[in-house]
Every structure is written in C-alpha cells, then in structure tokens.
C-alpha cells in the first residue's frame, strides 16, 4: 500500500511537471513526459561501468528500474550516499546525482567495509 501511496505521488509530481513543461515549451505532453523519466534513471558512472566490465558482470533493465526505485526511496528519505546489495553485487549510489558512483562483486570485497555511506538497502 505504502508503494502505491507514493508512486500515486511521484506520479502526480511528474504530471504536473509535464504539464508546466507543455506550457512553457510548446512540447507535447508525451515528449516531456519522456524527458523527464529519463532523467528519473540512475546512471552508471564510468568507474561503474568499468568495474563491472572488469568483472564481467551486466546488469538487466530490470535490475535498474529496481535501483531506480531505490533511489527514489532512499531521496525521500533524505540519503546522499547509499550501499545498494544485488544479489552478490554492491553498489555504491549518489543519491542525489542518482548515479552508480561504483560496483564491487562479492569475490572482490576484501575488507567488506564501505564508507562514506549513509543507508543501505538490500534490492
């Protein structure tokens, strides 16, 4: 319930954007409202990136909508930086920047400490 309370929310937030949006610059209702969904995404930095294609590792479109999920959730709850567990995958999110700043596979985490974080969530 909780979840829909608030993607009923988000959802609400992101028409009104769009319809200002349309307002202002002439776009169609469905060309802003792309734009701003894609700006919604977490991206990979490229550290990230090159860390996963060292450990020849990728991750599906569904495992990204579910770290875009988390990262809205971890907004809301006032995160900056966030441990994300992936099945035997952590990742180190900027909250703010909504970005994957980096990615360590289970073999590779020697000290299995992470700093510098302020919440984690276990997708």
Known sequence: MVN???????NNSISQKVK??????????AEVLDENQRNMEVKLSAHAQERLKQQN???SQQDMNRITEAT?????????ESLM????LALVVNISNRT????????????????????????
């Not at 829909?4 to 988000?10: A, F, G, M, P, R």
């Not at 809205?72 to 900056?80: H, Y």
């Open 20 to 29: 200002n949006a349309n307002l202002n610059t002439g776009k169609s209702f």
């Open 85 to 88: 567990i992936l099945r035997d």
């Open 57 to 59: 590792i990728t991750i």
């Open 72 to 80: 809205q959730m971890a907004q809301k709850k006032g995160s900056k």
């Open 4 to 10: 829909k309370v608030s993607n009923i929310t988000l």
């Open 100 to 123: 994957v700043i980096t990615a360590v596979d289970k073999s590779r985490q020697k000290d299995r400490i992470f700093t510098n974080i302020d919440s984690t969530i276990i997708l």
